[in-house]
């Protein structure tokens, strides 16, 4: 079928003229181009705060670059995905609808797989890539264990955090052991959201990492042999954990939004998010209660970054380049790490910036509910993205049919 | 009775072979010019993935295999289940309770105080009825926070199964609270058609009692009226996906969660699974509906029995209050999680047990109004053009139907239901690829015609019916003096079926406005709407954020049945008959 559409696109619109992509390390041309373009940015559009800041972000690129940046709030990145593929699949080789997408792990590296991206690096090459922390915070450049290839500019860092109601308990269990013998103690008040969602995927992998025998090889693609020998006192502690968990673990929560009210409703007294800064912002958001304290386990947590990718068919392919490069620059980053506004860490190596934009980040309260960098303890790699496709299957087949 | 009368005009066989010409044949064929294309890219983009093709992620060898990987799924059998179970539940328990209420209050003072309750019932979205209710009942809501921590004896919310418990009652719940003002709309829509007084009054006189006298007199030709609305109900329910989110089974989900989740997993390879998923739903639904024929059937055999006894049934007073306490427990979960829908939409922190929040702030209200006006307008734009667009096509297409005598046109026209019964997400994906190939997404005509794809089932299905049930002789009259069929049309049937073309128009209208996927995709993001804004703001899960929009949301829809519910009255002012109606 996409055959015969393809064909009669190609009569209808044979005249159309093929556009050479912009090339950043000519961002003079670059910035020309890209004046008077309208981006399109399709992102994730459930917190009002984050909406706000990509609000904040329109108006200054539209004053210093003439670039008309319009936020597509979505609810769900995979429908971003499905527009993309409708339109290679429609032959729309140019002209796209999507601009600018809000991206990260799994769902970058299908597109980088299926070849739906801008296919040339660019986000290496942007100005302000320069203060980008590749040394301190490797997963700007490798997203799941796969290399970004300069097809993905990096915005901001996530890393798992815990977090509890200091009114109902005191002394929160920092490891997987640990929560277990809490669990014990205190049935029903604990739950993850289920996999496939990722955040209860990222629980699965953090519980990997902490009692895998050998974590070393969480960094390669799994087979049969390694997958059943690392994860099996993973779905042993699974077996035991389930019963203890929330609704004896019949039902789950479906995203970290509800998890979230779970704890503000006292029905959980642990969660976890991906977002350091998370709790903090909720309790000023009323979402959760000011006695709300984070905490990381002692092995460490996973941490990932997350990026902006250029479809293989925007339209406006320049003024996409130059919204990324604002958004990377100290001052776009100072004030997204701001939990105020919204409290997402930088991914710049603020100790190495100039003298100004480090006196931005230095001026940052974090919120009584946030820990410092310094105090956010090992950052663990995502696991190879193939040991996630297949936790979740194996999860679905033990726990998806109920008990 | 109507279908003798079609029959009496004696004409010459010569004359029966020539088929009356109209011009109107530029109505159906304009429907099925702008239906059937979408309707068809729709269907073959759900289609083709589920026998393994879609060459854009080099799957280009038909296969069966996303069949094999369907049923192998764990835990698909229960899923299946759960679907089936939750439509036909729901319709069943939505039945029993609108036609147990018209039949026992038909007529009186407590029928009239529910007619006024549509709007607002009506016009809640589902996943907000879902949400409220939700918040009403779970552990740790409402309820059980009246009653912590005296007299429960809780300091923390008990860890009780409510919501998302395994057997689905929660999820059919909030299904059958939205769905009987639904089927209690088209109820009063098609009552004026069936002439339900003379046939009561006759019954009654007969000796039978209230409840007895609606069943046996009323109910027949109503139903036959009410018939394709119930279909949709049970399509609806064995494929929704909000409610059934918020409060339905999650090991397993129902089927429609699941082919979700399918459908937006990154690994682009379970796209075929999500396919032959949405063909599943597609016999799913099929099949539920073939039940409902056999219960159908059943209960129409077991009716005519009753009837043929002779019994009266006098003494039904316990039915009647059964009927009127089951709809107001149903209107008043609904209101009551309006209500809680308005109390989070300006909380504070709100602490269990907690009755009340421990401050109330208008920050939500600020940062949601601040984002809503471009969305507010386009949304009026879409629907407002939409659902016009659909009366006018339904109303030109029945109108050429009856004027040739023939009932071909709609039977066709029934194929256009094919994508009520698919997943949303499945269909849209081939719908989408066509418009793009025809560069049309993005552009308001291509909304408005993805709009029009779901708007227009439920106009012909809600004014379909009314219009057949008219009785035709007042045309005849009309013609017999002398008024020409343009004259009868605009004279005769348009202002008797007033009050089924302004249901059907809001009807229209709110399904418009509902329509999150549709807008989002063929809109490719142009065309904001206060649902997109309110489903992408609701995914972070505040329940503040939540309430705020959904109130929003259910705004407009309820203007709409408003008016609808006014405008006959307004119009007809000096006709007592007209008026009535219910």
Redesign the interface.
């Known amino acids: 079928?996409?055959r015969i559409?393809?064909a009669?696109?190609a009569l209808?619109?044979a005249a159309t003229a093929h556009a050479e992509s912009p090339d950043p390390e000519n961002w003079e041309a670059v910035l020309a181009e890209a004046k008077g373009e309208t981006v399109?940015f399709?992102a994730?559009?459930?917190?009002?705060r984050i909406?706000?800041y990509i609000a904040w972000a329109a108006g200054e690129v539209k004053e210093r670059f003439g670039v008309t940046l319009?936020q597509?709030?979505?609810?769900?990145t995979?429908?971003v995905?499905?527009?993309i593929?409708?339109?290679?699949?429609?032959?729309?080789d140019e002209n796209g609808?999507?601009d600018l997408v809000w991206i990260n792990?799994?769902?970058f590296?299908?597109l980088k797989e299926?070849g739906l991206l801008l296919d040339r690096p660019w986000a290496t090459k942007l100005p302000n890539y320069r203060f980008v922390d590749e040394e301190g915070k490797p997963t700007v450049k490798t997203d799941f264990t796969v290399p970004t290839d300069g097809l993905e500019a990096p915005w901001g860092m996530a890393k798992l955090v815990f977090f509890y109601d200091t009114a109902r308990l005191e002394n929160p269990p920092k490891s997987m052991p640990a929560l277990l013998e809490w669990a014990k103690a205190n049935?029903?008040r604990f739950t993850y959201p289920?996999p496939?969602d990722f955040l209860g995927s990222t629980f699965l992998k953090q519980a990997l990492y902490e009692l895998a025998p050998d974590p070393e090889v969480l960094m390669q693609a799994a087979d049969d042999e390694t997958f059943a020998r690392q994860t099996k006192p993973l779905f042993a502690f699974l077996d035991e954990l389930h019963p203890l968990l929330?609704?004896?673990?019949?039902?789950?929560p479906?995203?970290?939004?509800?998890l979230?009210?779970l704890l503000?409703?006292?029905?959980v007294d642990i969660t976890f998010a991906f977002n350091p800064a998370d709790a903090s912002s909720a309790i000023a958001?009323?979402?959760?209660?000011?006695t709300v304290r984070s905490y990381v386990p002692e092995a460490g947590s996973i941490a990932n970054s997350h990026f902006l990718a250029i479809p293989f068919n925007a339209n406006a392919k320049a003024g996409a380049m130059v919204v990324a490069n604002f958004l990377m620059s100290p001052e776009a980053q100072a004030r997204k790490q701001d939990p105020n506004v919204w409290g997402d860490p930088t991914v710049l190596d603020v100790d190495a910036l100039p003298q100004e934009d480090r006196a931005r980040f230095d001026a940052l309260d974090l919120g009584v509910a946030t820990l410092p960098p310094e105090d956010l303890g090992k950052a663990l790699p995502e696991p190879h993205a193939s040991w996630m496709?297949r936790l979740e299957t194996e999860w679905?087949?033990r726990?998806?049919?109920?008990? | 009775m109507g279908a003798a009368l079609q029959s009496w005009p004696i004409i010459p066989t010569q004359q029966k072979l020539e088929r009356p010409r109209s011009r109107l044949i530029a109505f159906p064929i304009a429907v099925l010019a702008l239906l059937v294309l979408p309707v068809v890219a729709g269907l073959?983009?759900a289609a083709?993935p589920a026998f393994g093709y879609?060459?854009?992620?080099?799957l280009e060898d038909f296969s069966l295999e996303p069949f094999v990987a369907l049923v192998g799924?764990?835990?698909i059998g229960?899923s299946l289940a759960l679907s089936l179970c939750a439509g036909l539940c729901t319709t069943t328990l939505a039945f029993l309770v609108v036609m147990g209420f018209v039949a026992a209050w038909h007529g009186t003072r407590v029928f009239r105080v529910f007619r006024r309750l549509i709007a607002p019932l009506l016009s809640v979205p589902h996943a907000a009825a879902a949400f409220g209710l939700a918040f009403l009942i779970?552990?740790?809501g409402l309820l059980m926070r009246a009653l912590s921590p005296w007299p429960s004896g809780f300091a923390?919310?008990p860890?009780w199964?409510i919501?998302?418990?395994?057997a689905g009652l929660a999820m059919t719940a909030g299904l059958v609270v939205k769905e009987i003002p639904f089927l209690f709309l088209m109820a009063l829509a098609a009552l004026p058609q069936v002439e339900a007084e003379p046939r009561l009054n006759m019954a009654r006189a007969l000796g039978y009692g209230r409840v007895a006298a609606f069943l046996f007199s009323v109910l027949p030709p109503l139903y036959a009226q009410l018939r394709l609305p119930i279909f949709a109900i049970i399509a609806y329910a064995c494929s929704v996906v909000d409610v059934a989110?918020i409060l339905g089974?999650?090991?397993?989900a129902p089927l429609a969660v699941r082919i979700l989740?399918w459908?937006?997993?990154?690994?682009?390879s379970l796209?075929s699974l999500a396919a032959a998923g949405a063909l599943a739903q597609f016999a799913l639904a099929s099949f539920a509906i073939c039940l409902w024929l056999a219960l159908e059937w059943l209960v129409a055999r077991i009716g005519a029995k009753l009837m043929a006894s002779g019994h009266r049934f006098r003494r039904d007073g316990l039915v009647r209050h059964l009927a009127g306490a089951t709809m107001s427990l149903a209107a008043g979960l609904v209101l009551a999680g309006l209500a809680t829908l308005a109390l989070w939409s300006i909380?504070?922190?709100?602490?269990?047990p907690d009755i009340w929040p421990n401050?109330l702030?208008f920050?939500t209200w600020r940062?949601?109004i601040a984002?809503l006006g471009g969305p507010l307008d386009n949304a009026l734009l879409i629907a407002g053009l939409s659902s016009v667009l659909a009366v006018v096509l339904a109303l030109g297409a029945l109108e050429y139907e009856t004027r040739t005598g023939g009932t071909t046109t709609t039977r066709a026209l029934v194929a256009l239901y094919l994508p009520l019964l698919v997943p949303q997400?499945a269909f849209l994906?081939g719908l989408?690829?066509?418009l793009?190939?025809?560069?049309l997404?993005?552009w308001l005509l291509a909304v408005v015609l993805a709009h029009l794809v779901f708007v227009f089932p439920y106009v012909l299905l809600s004014l379909s019916q009314p219009w057949h049930a008219l009785d035709p002789r007042y045309a005849l009259i009309a013609r017999s003096l002398g008024r020409s069929a343009d004259a009868v049309f605009w004279r005769i049937r348009l202002p008797m079926l007033s009050r089924a073309i302004a249901t059907a128009t809001a009807l229209g209208f709110a399904v418009s406005i509902s329509l999150?996927?549709p807008t989002?995709?063929i809109g490719?993001?142009?065309w904001?709407t206060v649902t997109?804004?309110a489903?992408?703001?609701?995914?972070?899960?505040?329940?503040?954020?939540t309430a705020a929009t959904a109130l929003v949301q259910a705004f407009l829809p309820f203007l709409g049945f408003g008016l609808a519910a006014m405008l006959p009255a307004l119009l007809f002012r000096r006709r007592a008959a007209m008026r009535a109606g219910g």
């Open positions: 079928m996409s559409f393809a009669v696109f209808i619109f399109y399709h994730w559009g459930g917190e009002t909406n706000a319009k597509v709030k979505v609810a769900d995979a429908n995905v499905s527009k593929v409708a339109e290679k699949a429609a032959g729309r609808t999507v792990g799994e769902n590296v299908s299926a049935p029903g289920q496939p929330w609704r004896q673990g019949r039902a789950f479906q995203n970290y939004g509800t979230r009210r503000a409703d006292s029905e958001a009323h979402e959760l209660p000011d496709e679905a087949r726990y998806r049919a109920g008990q | 073959l983009g083709l879609l060459p854009v992620l080099g799924a764990p835990g229960v779970a552990p740790s923390r919310p860890d199964l919501v998302h418990d395994p989110l089974p999650t090991t397993p989740e459908q937006a997993d990154p690994d682009l796209r909380a504070g922190f709100w602490a269990f401050a702030t920050d940062s949601v984002t997400i994906f989408d690829m066509l793009v190939s025809l560069r997404d993005g999150y996927l989002l995709l490719a993001g142009r904001p997109t804004e489903v992408a703001l609701s995914s972070g899960g505040d329940r503040r954020i």
